[in-house]
């Protein structure tokens, strides 16, 4: 089974511009969420969608957003980049059910922004 | 969400068993408790996962005292290529994504 994949792998932008990356998750796991690491911060939590919704929210300025499709496969863009949006972005799948037991994350190898 | 704290940093040598504790205090009667191993570069991988009492896998043992506020990943007979920084979460049901708190960086030496 494919694991968790994201594009890009890495990405160089200017101050000011915005970026889009991709994360496509494992087949069949319908909760996405997206991470932010960086050697100050540590790996903070962005938001989680599952089911095209956005479910739940970490503590990031509004010009942090995503969104995610009907085939599962997420989206987050970062508009009016700063030198400290500079990072390795982090995207997790699971699977959750109807049940809604705990699930493993499954993460990919993440795209690091580098910010001029 | 239950706030986890552990050691900042570990060393140990080659063949030897590392213990890392972490305290969750504050832990809910949903919450479980989950370790995650990260390389540089590289997103984190699942160690293991447990509720209560000892969970063992193919690569690790967790042990989780019957109050549940702290819990012990333990890793048998560690080599180089265990270096990495482990992570202690803990979360509720699969509703909210979980927290990850700083991490323990073991650095393990020949």
Same mark, same amino acid.
């Given at each position: 089974? @494919? ?14 511009? /915005? ?51 009907? &085939? ?25 059910? @109807?049940?809604?037991?705990? &699930?493993? /994350? ?11 | ?110």
């Amino acid at each position: 089974k @494919a694991g968790v994949t994201q594009t890009p792998r890495y990405l160089i932008k200017t101050r000011g511009q /915005q970026v889009t990356l991709s994360c496509s998750p494992i087949s069949g796991h319908r909760s996405v969420s997206w991470y932010q690491q960086t050697p100050g911060q540590g790996l903070q939590f962005l938001f989680e969608y599952f089911s095209e919704t956005q479910r739940n929210k970490g503590n990031f300025p509004g010009r942090f957003s995503g969104r995610q499709f009907s &085939n599962s496969r997420s989206e987050m863009n970062v508009s009016t980049l700063e030198l400290g949006d500079s990072a390795l972005y982090l995207c997790a799948s699971r699977r959750t059910t @109807a049940r809604e037991g705990y &699930n493993e /994350q499954f993460f990919g190898p993440g795209t690091r922004l580098t910010v001029l | 969400l239950a706030k986890t704290t552990q050691p900042i940093s570990m060393d140990s040598y080659e063949g030897q068993e590392v213990n890392i504790t972490c305290s969750h205090n504050n832990i809910a009667t949903n919450d479980y408790i989950t370790w995650y191993q990260q390389f540089p570069s590289q997103g984190p991988r699942f160690i293991i996962q447990g509720y209560k009492t000892k969970v063992t896998n193919e690569v690790a043992s967790l042990f989780i005292p019957a109050d549940r506020k702290s819990s012990t990943l333990s890793l048998p007979r560690v080599s180089l290529s265990d270096t990495a920084v482990y992570y202690c979460l803990v979360g509720d049901t699969g509703r909210r994504a979980l927290t990850f708190g700083s991490g323990t960086r073991l650095q393990v030496q020949p």
